[in-house]
């Protein structure tokens, strides 16, 4: 460390092995944790995914952490492209909105900042069409 003057081998002070860590890059450095559903939002999704398999209309599901959003993903086979997404992102939460849900095509169904208001569009009756 340049602003600290060097010890000689036999002084009291070179024993010290205290090292000054700059918070931020420490910070900076560390992995960021994902962002994830809370219980209570799983809770509403998976009774929206229930019910959906209990319709027939969804076989299957997956989860994903990632350092920007967690994804819900749903499938009527678990080879295909899911049907829809139900994304929480928290960089949109004072924006739009941190939940939103996505069909197969990218397009933005609903979003909002309540994630109960934003699942209400699987109340309506949604089919994918096939050309």
């Known amino acids: 460390m340049a ?5 000689r081998h036999g002084d009291a002070h070179a024993a010290d092995n205290r090292v000054v860590v700059d918070l931020r890059e420490y910070r900076q450095s560390k992995d960021p944790l994902p ?3 809370n219980r209570r ?3 509403a999704i998976l ?3 229930g019910r959906m398999v209990g319709e027939g209309e969804w076989k299957d599901y997956a989860i994903d952490h990632l350092k920007e959003k967690a994804v819900f993903a749903v499938f009527k086979r678990s080879g295909e492209m ?3 997404r139900i994304e929480k992102d928290p ?10 849900v996505i069909n197969t095509n990218g397009m933005i169904l609903k979003r909002g900042h309540d994630l109960q208001q934003v699942l209400k569009v699987f109340d ?4 994918l069409v096939e050309k």
């Open 3 to 7: 602003d600290q003057p060097d010890l």
């Open 41 to 43: 939002e799983l809770d």
């Open 47 to 49: 009774w929206i995914y």
């Open 82 to 84: 899911p049907l829809f």
């Open 91 to 100: 960089k949109l939460a004072a924006k739009q909105g941190a939940y939103s």
């Open 124 to 127: 309506k009756v949604l089919k």
């Open 35 to 37: 962002v994830t559903f």
